[in-house]
């Protein structure tokens, strides 16, 4: 028998899937981990926005087949990021050419002074990929906010996949090549609050 250790996407996807029989533990008293809306005090939290929508139309048909779709709103969001009070396009690396001209140039000098860095940890290896800067503008401070704890004790590889050194595709944005528009990503939301299962 497996044991599933959290019924989130993870361990809620593995017990669909697998053939084998199951039991799966959970701690909370709800299930979906990060993909989950909550009612507290009169408000609805989504604790999932930016992780969970669809790039890839079979997942979103496979998630959505068992929802009634009259109770779905498909939307769009754009994401940015309020930075000393002016507004920066998501994601905040590859829009560096949008902050003040002194900062923009150390993001852009910090890129390419990594080489001594050590990717030992989650902390070091954003610093590695990503320079000085950047991490310490916005990276670093977000990702210690979301994961809510010491970023140097996460494995190096934890999300690597989303803060890979990208010298090449920062600069082909700031030179026009590729064109700026801010990040949309469309996600469903049930028109009338929060699902309670």
Not at 83 to 94: A, L, M, R, S, T
């Amino acid at each position: 028998m497996d044991i599933i250790i959290g019924a989130g996407v993870s361990g809620i996807s593995y017990a669909n899937f697998t053939n084998n029989e199951y039991i799966v533990l959970e701690k909370d008293d709800s299930i979906g981990g990060y993909c989950k809306t909550i009612k507290r005090n009169g408000y609805v939290w989504d604790y999932s926005g930016h992780f969970f929508h669809f790039q890839n139309p079979e997942l979103e048909k496979y998630v959505c087949k068992n929802i009634d779709p009259t109770t779905l709103r498909k939307i769009n969001k754009k994401t940015q990021i309020l930075y000393k009070g002016k507004y920066i396009d998501f994601p905040f690396q590859k829009n560096i050419h949008q902050l003040d001209k002194e900062e923009f140039i150390d993001c852009l000098y910090d890129l390419f002074v990594t080489d001594e860095i050590q990717p030992n940890s989650f902390k070091n290896m954003v610093y590695k990929n990503l320079g000085k800067s950047i991490s310490e503008k916005f990276l670093i401070p977000y990702n210690e906010k979301l994961y809510a704890c010491d970023l140097n004790k996460l494995d190096a590889n934890a999300m690597g996949r989303f803060f890979q050194r990208q010298v090449k595709k920062i600069s082909s944005r700031i030179s026009g090549k590729v064109k700026t528009n801010p990040t949309t990503v469309s996600l469903h939301i049930l028109k009338e609050g929060p699902l309670n299962i």
